[in-house]
């Protein structure tokens, strides 16, 4: 038998508000470290757009819930979760207590045991560092400047809505935020012990830099 205690994975949470970069940048920190990644937003994603694809109301707490108990992440093989439409009804049921305790030990089980006995997991969210895995060895809260943020995800949006309108992606983004962060349960916000990454005026490549330099610094500081 080997009494030796098993090493906790690393984890490293990134949260922030929409398009402030964070996806891209903890994409990169999962695939440099080789640890696994989880988009943790493809989950409230999933759940809304299940419900959307019901016919049912996002708004409707009992029916989300339920959505969100039985929720299989195969069964969004092929699904645009990626909408406008699917992002704004995933704020909607992000805000559902029900739905986030169901969604809570999924995200704890993949950083408590990340997939392929990878050494570690980079999740990113919007609760990561304060609710998911408030002891994670590295936090980070993203953030760039609102209109920076809305002429990023109206570039990616109007690749397949060319006639979305900018002000239309900017307007959505404040409700989101506002949302998001006024929600009594778990809403977003930035641990204490997290870095803050300002992106407004940041490259990828830079960004990328300076979230390596702080996990680097961490590992070198933990052995
Ligand atoms: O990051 P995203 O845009 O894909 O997230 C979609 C919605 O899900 C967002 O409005 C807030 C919610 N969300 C959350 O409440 N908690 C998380 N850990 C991740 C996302």
Same mark, same amino acid.
């Given at each position: 038998?080997?009494?030796?205690?098993a090493?906790p994975?690393?984890?490293?949470?990134?949260?922030?508000?929409a398009?402030?970069?964070?996806?891209?940048?903890?994409r990169?920190?999962a695939?440099?470290y080789g640890f696994?990644?989880l988009d943790?937003?493809t989950?409230?994603?999933?759940v809304a757009? &299940?419900?959307l694809? !019901?016919? @049912?109301d996002?708004?409707d707490?009992? #029916?989300?819930?339920a959505a969100?108990r =039985?929720?299989d /992440?195969q069964?969004?093989a092929?699904?645009?979760?990626?909408?406008?439409?699917?992002?704004?009804?995933?704020s909607?049921v992000?805000?559902?207590?029900?739905?986030?305790?169901?969604l809570?030990?999924f995200?704890?089980r993949?950083a408590a045991a990340?997939?392929?006995?990878a050494?570690g997991?980079? &999740?990113?969210?919007? !609760?990561? @560092?304060t609710v998911?895995?408030p002891? #994670?060895?590295?936090k980070?809260?993203? =953030?760039?400047s /609102?209109e920076v943020?809305?002429?990023r995800r109206?570039?990616e949006?109007r690749?397949?809505?060319p006639?979305?309108?900018?002000s239309?992606?900017?307007?959505?983004?404040?409700?989101?935020?506002?949302?998001?962060?006024a929600?009594a349960?778990?809403?977003?916000?930035?641990a204490a012990?997290a870095e803050l990454?300002?992106?407004t005026?940041?490259?990828?490549?830079?960004a990328? #830099?300076?979230?390596?330099?702080v996990i680097?610094?961490?590992f070198?500081?933990?052995?």
């Open positions: 038998m080997n009494s030796e205690p090493t994975p690393i984890v490293i949470a990134l949260d922030g508000p398009a402030s970069g964070k996806g891209t940048l903890a990169r920190i695939e440099h696994a990644f943790t937003g989950l409230y994603r999933g757009w &299940l419900m694809n !019901d016919g @049912g996002p708004a707490a009992k #029916a989300a819930a969100a =039985t929720f /992440p069964k969004l092929g699904a645009d979760i990626r909408t406008k439409e699917v992002g704004a009804a995933a909607v992000a805000a559902n207590a029900g739905v986030r305790a169901a809570l030990e995200q704890r993949f990340p997939p392929n006995n050494a997991a980079v &999740l990113d969210g919007r !609760d990561i @560092g998911v895995c002891d #994670a060895t590295v980070f809260f993203v =953030t760039a /609102p943020r809305a002429r109206w570039l949006l690749e397949n809505r006639d979305l309108q900018e239309e992606v900017y307007q959505d983004l404040l409700e989101r935020d506002a949302r998001d962060a929600r349960d778990a809403p977003m916000s930035t012990d990454l300002d992106t005026h940041l490259s990828i490549d830079a990328f #830099a300076a979230a390596r330099r680097d610094g961490v070198r500081r933990c052995g």
